[in-house]
């Protein structure tokens, strides 16, 4: 079966769709970059989202125990039942990810998320599947080159996504995308971005809600000082303000911007006993 999705999706009759961010990647080098990037062990079963055509999917077959892919597009059943028709290890579960389970795709088994991500909802998922209770061990995903730099942000240029991504692993740049290496060629460029999960949080926090609650109210007043930022999202007064900022060790004059992760994890040990 064809490489080229152009001449693949003309002969079923299917356009396209850019409300699905359904930019189809048809480079070969690039797609066995991916799939050795993601270092498959032999005890892992793969995840993977948006498997369009199947050209990852059929490597990422070829190599995994196990694999699971969720496709929101049913226009495309027809082609990658047939591209997939070789593993019967592979099966394709037709649809919206945000809504599918993700622990009981593979209750007994250790697992890892390789995908060419829809732009348009790259957060959502990232969240989704890194708040799972069973969490993937790493991630190998396809992802705008803006939003790859704001994963591997460093304090000056944290944002609430690099937090989040930052507080479950640890995510590198394997390598970047030039827009003609896909069909339709999209706006933008794009990278790829290797995420390794921690098996503990190495943070000390008392929870993960009371963290992401205490960060999400430091970014919530962009460009103000934290003492602002946190005083009023967390309904704090100004002494216990102060004391909280004492306790942390962090300058109240900072902006959220700038915190590493481990400031954010000793403001939140600091305030946890102040909040209902
Ligand atoms: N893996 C293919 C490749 O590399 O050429 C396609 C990648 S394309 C960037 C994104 C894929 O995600 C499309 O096939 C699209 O239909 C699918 N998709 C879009 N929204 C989705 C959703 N909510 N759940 C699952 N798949 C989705």
Redesign the pocket.
Known sequence: MTIN?RTLLESHGIAP?RS???????DPNM?DKIVSSAALQPDEAVL??????????ERLAAVAPELVA????DR?QPILTERLAAFPQARVIY????SVNVPALFPDRPYVVV???????TSA?LRHLLESPHPPRRLII?VQNEVAERLIATPDDMSVLSVSVQYYGKPQIVTRLNPAL?WPRPDVESAVVRIDVYPQQPLDVPDDRTFFRVVRAGFSQKRKQLKNSLSNGLNLNAGDAAAVFATAEVDSRRRAETLTLDEWARLTRAVAPLLH
């Open positions: 999705p769709k699905l961010g359904q930019n189809f990647l048809h797609l993977e989202v948006g498997p369009g055509t199947g050209v990852l999917t969720v496709e929101l597009d495309l649809q919206d990810i945000l995908a060419n991500l829809p732009y348009y909802i998922i396809t896909f």
